[in-house]
């Protein structure tokens, strides 16, 4: 039987905390970092030094989730997971849409799918995930666009405090289809940033909210002083603000958030247009295709490391070769992406340019071609950062920040 | 024209003017006391001998012909070749080559950052202390 089980990556830390004797971790394991994004949600924590993380993509399908018994036969066993909830019982994962009747279920671009039924149950299955625990009550850090934040964040909030029985308890139950009962969250509190917070957060601090220095290099001190770009590219919004000497410049922030910029509008859709031409053009009925599916495929394909046995799919009993669609879909995300957001930035006056984002494994190669002289800072780029992907940043990066936040908070009223 | 110059002329077929060949074949001569071609005759051999030095070549003008289609206009060789073996070597494809030829407009960006850089430390506690108090124990959800 299918069981996730939580990713784990190694802590990072500066090294003068690997030294220190009195080293202390600044967050427990009830700290709960969640980006509930367009495209994928995720969920981070730090459990006895190690980082755990778990990511789905954001869909779910109603099911049955019946199969035969083992003492019956092994067929109609299958590798889904699904997890019943208060509404009912959903598939979820990569490819829930083929084991279902029902059409999938997802809520992408509206700023109403914030505290929504589906934004809550990818929350719960994450925290599932990652062994999240019980008898605690959780802490959930999480962000939105910054564009939407302000009116978002309290029902966010309320929802989440509500729990199932709308009582502000605070409790949801799940139960995942490899648990024998039920788990119940306790949901605490609830903290609410604007997306990119979490990024800045990632390379100007440890997992524990030291603050790590990047020196650039070059005549420059540091590359997160003076002008810092924020470039988030998601799935569906792309997010572009600045971070002046570290403080958030509001100003930016009210234009931040571009609904059209995103993967799903700039890559996902033509692909989708084109996979739909070419099957009419060969005299066949064009696929009711979704967005998650293309999304899926080209996360397989990013994995991959955008090559080609990575681009090949079976779709309507036809196996495609999108290599070459991903690719000038790539370059021409690219392209956009130089032209209406980074060159506007450098003649802005930009210092840097700090990316987020999972649109950045598709257009980083040609980004970094274009800006040879410039400073962009991407987490391979930064020590602290390896391991961690450019689509996790927000995520991730919201445990630094929350470290970072109770020390300096600590230190001002100490 | 003597009988001599009438028999040469029907062995060998006539030359073009222009240093096109006739037929498919084309004859290079390496001048060896030329240091730069003396270089490029040690890296031809060491490509013929993996049998690799048609194909090396043939890519070479595949690319210019690309890139004439492409454009739709000829391009300046030694621009091109410089360009090239840069982008190959350095991986900065994207870096445009100037010459006096080249219009203002293609020019990157003149603008590189700020002037008013803060100290890294105090941009890092600005940062911080700029999110407030986040886990304070103050409950405003349900105002």
Redesign the interface.
């Known amino acids: 039987m299918l069981r996730y089980k939580p990713n784990k990556v190694l802590a990072p830390l500066t090294p003068e905390a690997y030294q220190d004797t009195d080293f202390q971790w600044e967050l427990d394991e009830s700290i709960i970092a969640w980006d509930g994004g367009n495209g994928t949600s995720s969920a981070w924590r730090l459990v006895n030094g190690d980082l755990q993380y778990f990511m789905l993509p954001n869909v779910r399908v109603p099911v049955t989730g019946y199969s035969m018994n083992n003492d019956v036969t092994t067929i109609g066993l299958n590798e889904m997971v699904y997890a019943d909830v208060a509404e009912g019982r959903f598939a979820i994962g990569d490819n829930v849409w083929e084991v279902s009747k029902y059409p999938p279920e997802t809520f992408v671009n509206s700023g109403e799918r914030y505290g929504s039924q589906i934004h809550i149950f990818m929350l719960l299955c994450l925290l599932a995930a990652i062994n999240a625990p019980e008898e605690t009550p959780l802490?959930i850090?999480t962000s939105a666009p910054p564009g939407i934040v302000n009116s978002v964040a309290?029902t966010i909030?309320?929802n989440l405090?509500q729990g199932e029985a709308n009582d502000?308890s605070g409790v949801w139950t799940i139960r995942m289809s490899y648990d024998k009962k039920p788990r119940a969250f306790v949901i605490g509190?609830?903290?609410v940033?604007p997306e990119g917070?979490g990024a800045?957060?990632a390379y100007?601090?440890d997992a524990n909210?030291d603050?790590v220095?990047?020196p650039s290099g070059e005549d420059?001190?540091?590359l997160?002083?003076?002008?810092v770009h924020i470039h988030d590219a998601g799935h569906g919004t792309y997010d572009t603000y600045v971070?002046?000497?570290?403080?958030?410049d509001p100003e930016s922030m009210a234009l931040a958030t571009d609904r059209d910029a995103g993967v799903l509008r700039q890559m996902i859709e033509p692909i989708m247009d084109y996979i739909r031409d070419q099957f009419n053009r060969a005299g066949e009925t064009a696929p009711n295709l979704r967005p998650v599916q293309v999304d899926g495929w080209l996360r397989a394909w990013s994995s991959g490391g955008l090559r080609p046995r990575y681009a090949r799919v079976k779709l309507h009993g036809r196996v495609l070769d999108l290599q070459p669609i991903f690719e000038l879909s790539s370059k021409r995300y690219g392209r956009f992406v130089i032209e209406e957001k980074l060159?506007p930035s450098?003649?802005?006056?930009?210092?840097?340019i700090l990316l987020a984002g999972g649109g950045w494994m598709f257009t980083l190669p040609e980004v970094l071609?274009?800006?040879?002289?410039?400073?962009i800072l991407h987490p391979d780029k930064v020590e602290h950062l390896k391991g961690i992907p450019l689509w996790e940043l927000n995520a991730y990066g919201a445990l630094p920040?929350?470290a970072?936040?109770?020390?300096?908070?600590r230190k001002?009223?100490g | 024209m003597t009988v001599q110059e009438r028999k040469r002329r029907r062995r060998r077929p006539q030359k073009p003017p222009n240093g096109q060949a006739n037929s498919g074949t084309y004859l290079l001569v390496f001048d060896l006391s030329d240091d730069a071609q003396a270089r490029a005759w040690e890296v031809a051999q060491e490509l013929a001998a993996q049998r690799r030095l048609k194909h090396v070549l043939v890519a070479l003008l595949l690319a210019i012909h690309t890139v004439q289609t492409q454009t739709g206009k000829a391009i300046d060789m030694l621009q091109f070749m410089a360009s090239f073996i840069t982008g190959l070597v350095s991986g900065r494809g994207g870096y445009v080559s100037i010459t006096d030829a080249t219009d203002p407009e293609e020019l990157p960006t003149m603008f590189a950052g700020t002037a008013d850089h803060d100290d890294p430390l105090a941009t890092r506690e600005n940062f911080a202390v700029g999110m407030g108090d986040l886990f304070s124990d103050e409950d405003d959800v349900w105002d």
């Open positions: 802490t850090v309290k909030k309320q405090r502000k509190k609830v903290v940033v917070v800045f957060s100007a601090f909210g603050d220095l990047l420059r001190d540091d997160l002083t003076g002008n971070v002046r000497n570290g403080k958030l060159e450098f003649r802005q006056g930009a210092d840097t071609k274009a800006y040879p002289n410039k400073q920040m929350s970072s936040n109770k020390k300096v908070n001002v009223t």
